[in-house]
């Protein structure tokens, strides 16, 4: 799939694209099994909030992954997906940086602060912001549920300084610290809630100030995160990099799949 100019002006302005019902609901249906079956797993790649119910699945679209799931790795090539990826990114060969599935579960899933995603890749040693996420909803994104909240426009200020938020959750996230939160704000404008149907996907800036609140309802709010990135952009090896469920070491470029490949291998089980 190819985005329009119009799309392409549009991320270009705002930071961020939202296109609805890109993914079946037959699609999403066959992800959130798959989920449901690698979140039970026992490993460092399934985190938990402080209250001890899961927060996050890292790492599923990567075959040598302890959480690795076919349908999610094929999501990552699908050309609905890595078609625009390639486009944002300007590099028909990108590689997966990250993938992660917050679960924000009912009442008890926990807040995102306000950050910018390149504040910790640019510590991981990328050295652009040449990157660009692919969220997908696998559940009804509201306000109550703790949707995301975007402040379109942010990625135009840069990078802002990062810091490290150790105490809030369970996730030491470096966060955009909250004068600057405030000023881009009253720059730039109040932040938009990002609601939305299962099978949503929004294409957003890694310099994009976002954050999400606390879960307050009865559903759960699954939603998952792939990150591509430029292979002329990886970050250096380096000694004391981040584990390779939030910096992936993997950077073979994505080969695009078919576009049925989802309902495909739910075809074959
Ligand atoms: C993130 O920004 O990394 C996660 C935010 C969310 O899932 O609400
Ligand atoms: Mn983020």
Known sequence: MRLTDDQLAEYEERGY?????????????????????VMRLDT???????????????RVHDPRSPTASPPFATLAC????????????????PYVYHSKCNLKEAIKGE??????????????????????????????????????????????????????????TS??????????????????GDPVAIAGRPGTVVLFHPNLVHGSGHNMS?????????VYNRVANRPPTRENARPEWVVARDTTPLRMCSDDGIVRLRHAA
């Open 44 to 58: 460092a790649e399934v985190t938990k909030e402080k209250s001890g119910v899961l927060r996050t699945v890292f």
């Open 218 to 226: 009865r559903y759960s709010r699954w939603h998952i995160y792939t």
């Open 111 to 168: 807040i995102w602060q306000w950050h910018q995603d390149y504040g910790a890749w640019a510590n991981d040693g990328v050295r652009k912001p040449d990157m660009t996420t692919a969220l997908l909803m696998l559940d009804e994104a509201t306000e109550i549920g703790g949707c995301l909240y975007f402040s379109p426009g942010s990625h135009k200020l840069g990078r802002c300084d990062p810091e490290l938020d150790t105490e809030t």
């Open 78 to 93: 699908l050309p609905r997906i890595l078609g625009p990826a390639q486009q944002l990114l300007r590099d028909d060969a």
């Open 17 to 37: 694209l939202i296109i609805r019902d890109l993914i079946d609901p037959e699609e999403v249906a066959a992800l959130r099994a798959d989920l449901g079956r």
């Open 171 to 188: 996730y030491r996230l470096w966060t955009v610290r909250k004068l600057d939160v405030v000023a881009a704000m009253e720059q730039i």
